[in-house]
């Protein structure tokens, strides 16, 4: 049986910031305060994660300007991995390098191959402000690199390069949100 509640039910959707939002070209501050505050803060994002079909969500992809970020999403072995982290800090990005599909909820609808390390370890705190260590491989390391960047003001398109870079530019133009978004 649970002991928890399931992340996110209590939570509220938050509108997405979308690329071109300053909020996701700024480093997030550090979350000095711990309460309720923070613990609806995470509640929403998970709402938020869920409800844009997401793995893994940023603060800032919200407009809120912290270090925070929530995930669930699988590693390459298919384990579940569920949880939030403040103030995350990543220590670790090793192992072999892999140029995989990475999307983003901040620019909906598109991906691009996205070059990554296949281990990462993100060090931080919970809500409560006990400490936590994240150890992730596969698609799981990669979403930990990726709320990261997110976090220190990248999103994955500033990664792409070449080839890949021009068709993510364009795909991006071709959408509602994406002419305005390339401008800035």
């Not at 590693?75 to 390098?97: F, K, M, Q, S, Y």
């Not at 909820?105 to 006990?130: I, N, Q």
Request: glycine content about 12%; aromatic content about 6%.
């Amino acid at each position: 049986m649970r002991q928890r509640p399931i992340p996110g039910t209590a939570g509220l959707v938050r509108t997405m910031s979308l690329l071109g939002d300053p909020v996701l070209h700024s480093a997030c501050a550090e979350v000095t305060e711990f309460g309720p505050e923070l613990d609806r803060l995470i509640e929403d994002m998970f709402a938020t994660m869920y409800a844009a079909e997401g793995v893994g969500l940023a603060a800032n992809q919200i407009g809120v300007g912290q270090r925070v970020f929530v995930y669930d999403c699988p590693d390459d072995e298919d384990v579940r991995h569920v949880g939030h982290i403040v103030n995350p800090r990543l220590v670790t990005a090793d192992g072999d390098e892999f140029l995989g599909p990475e999307g983003c909820l901040s620019l909906p609808g598109l991906e691009a191959g996205t070059v990554r390390y296949d281990h990462a370890v993100v060090e931080g705190v919970t809500s409560d402000g006990a400490a936590v260590k994240i150890d992730g491989t596969g698609f799981f390391a990669r979403c930990l690199q990726h709320e990261c960047d997110h976090l220190d003001g990248t999103v994955y398109a500033d990664r792409v390069t070449g080839l890949r870079a021009s068709r993510l530019r364009r795909a991006i133009r071709k959408t509602t949100w994406g002419a305005e978004a390339l401008r800035g």
